[in-house]
């Protein structure tokens, strides 16, 4: 199935029976992605008096209450509703789906006690590359990231000057396969959301920043198209699936 995509007076390919899936899945129970001192996500039968919502206990349905969080346990996108006073719903924030993505590979400099994302990185992986959505990878890429707990761990993430520079290379969309493009314990300053969404000056309300995504390995870097949509809540962030689609030849 290969359709074509006429982006600022370039024609692209991609086939859309091979789409490559960034997004970690939510289950039950402690095996999941885990951040923010939260306990493990629950999805269980509902109870009420004697009904139990499973087929193999005698109801008609499995009929199941989840019970989550989604900056702590899914891949995720939010809109700058996420540090506002204002309630903004990224699923309102979130206008179109289909972004010209460029992916990189990153290994998170030392910084003191900190592992981080510089500037100088970012700007070394872009060039002069304009795009308008960025997938972040970091290393070591190992498959225990779709089942990490990352609290009190103090993992990477990217400095202001770093997310000050999407901004100016036009980035509208961040995401990163870390629980925050921010440092776990920080005050509250959220240096990176700030910067990444413009609070010192005009906020940009389209911009989204995507968190716990998982690029496998076998994704190179390069150019792709990415399809990014949220689940319809209303609220500043919402679990997401973003899917990366390789340009033909």
């Known amino acids: 199935m290969i359709a074509s995509i006429k982006y600022n007076s370039k024609n ?3 086939d ?3 789409p490559l899936d960034i997004s970690i899945s939510l289950q ?3 095996g999941n992605v885990n951040a923010w001192y939260l306990d493990p ?3 269980e039968p509902h109870k009420e008096g004697d009904f139990v919502g499973k087929v193999s206990e005698g109801a008609s349905t499995n009929f199941n209450d989840i019970w989550f969080n989604p900056h702590s346990h ?3 996108t939010e809109c700058l509703g996420h540090i506002t006073e204002a309630f903004y719903s990224v699923n309102q924030e979130l206008k179109q789906f289909f972004f010209l993505a460029e992916v990189i590979t990153v290994a998170p400099e030392k910084s003191g006690e900190d592992f981080v994302i510089s500037e100088k990185q970012l700007k070394y992986a872009l060039g ?3 795009r308008e959505a960025l997938i972040i990878r970091t290393i070591p890429n190992l498959e225990n990231k779709k089942s990490m707990k990352y609290s009190n761990e103090n993992p990477p993430y990217l400095l202001e000057a770093a997310a000050s520079y999407l901004v100016d290379k ?3 969309h961040l995401l990163i396969d870390l629980p925050s493009v921010d440092k776990e314990k920080d005050g509250g300053a959220l240096l990176a959301h700030n910067a990444f969404w413009r609070m010192n000056g005009k906020p940009r309300l389209n911009a989204t920043i995507t968190e716990f995504i998982y690029v496998g390995n076998e994704i190179e870097d390069g150019c792709y198209f990415l399809n990014l949509h949220v689940a319809p809540f209303e609220n500043d962030a919402s679990p ?3 899917v990366l689609y390789k340009i033909e030849n």
């Open 74 to 76: 899914v891949t995720h």
């Open 128 to 130: 002069n590359k304009k």
């Open 170 to 172: 036009g980035i509208s």
């Open 12 to 14: 692209y390919k991609i």
């Open 41 to 43: 996500p629950k999805i």
């Open 16 to 18: 859309l029976s091979n």
């Open 28 to 30: 039950d129970g402690s």
């Open 240 to 242: 997401s699936r973003p």
